[in-house]
């Protein structure tokens, strides 16, 4: 018999997402799975469990609720002090979010705050954002830095996560973001310095991946390329912020570097897309931040029609998650926050990555 430490049992419908029978979701009827060590061990229905498992540990009984695997955010910004919402609402007005990112407002706001604030308060926000992630069932986060923007800052960010993965059963993945954008009054060339010789070597193996936003408010292809093309010799992962504001060369960068990921990709166009599907990169559509950002819809149909592999991200960050910028009201179209939910809604279902049963 398999031994087990844990059984939950009487799932009404366990999801193991095995594809089976035609469920794409490979769903168990009155289902039942034991673990032993934290990790699965059987699968299957409950009127099985007794013969195949011997439990020395705990049982928990779902009374037929539903059970699936723990939700994965491939894109967030946790780690931030302050708010940016009230942004939303001069969006709404007609100011463009390249417009704001200047030394009041956009990214180096956040930065300021993010700088000044105490590490364990830094913490204390992390977690309180952990709780909001696992309460809607997401088990691990891609979790990215960038607003410290110096090394210190970097650094107390990088340590604000792995205090975080410590206090909660949140798998916390982390990405080292220097390249979000230069600094405000900082020289641009010796940043790119700073960010190449220094912090990339200090944060290798405290950091997965290394991640670039390759827009006009930050990096352009070329400081893009070096500074990725550093990461991946020191041994990062690579993803990026590419084709989000404006088309640019952001999502080749991503094929030609083989990238784990290219994130938002608004502006992507079908030949990116088939150089994206080639060289096995993930795109990660960030719908939250799309929809704060005022921007077009990624072309779908042309990942669809590449086998480009999709993604869903919340995008936690200060302006652009939902729940953020909703506190500052309406939508391109002038509804109320409560309208604009279910807009948010609607364009996450549209994407329709993948057609879930009844």
Known sequence: MIEADFVLRHAGQLATMVAADGDPLGRIVDGALASRGGRVVWLGKDAELARAVRLDGDELDAAGACVIAGLVDAHTHPVFAGSRADEFAERQAGVTYAGQQSGEHGIMRTVRATRAAERERLVELAVERADRFLSNGTTTIEAKTGYGLDLPGESKSLE????????RPLRVVPTFLGAHVVPFGTDRLDYLRVLTEEMLPAFKGRATFCD????????????????????????YRLRIHAAQLAPGEGPQIAAELGASSADHLEFATPAQVRALAKAGTVAVLCPGANFTTHGPRPPIEAMREAKLPMAIAGDLNPDGAVGEAHKATADKG??????????FIKLLYDVKAAKLPR
């Open 334 to 343: 002038r509804l109320t926050a409560e309208h604009a939910s279910g807009e």
């Open 160 to 167: 604000v996560l792995t205090a975080l993965a410590g206090r």
């Open 212 to 235: 670039a936003w390759c827009d006009e408010p930050a990096f352009s292809p070329a400081e893009t390329r070096a500074i990725l093309s550093r990461a991946k010799a020191l041994g």
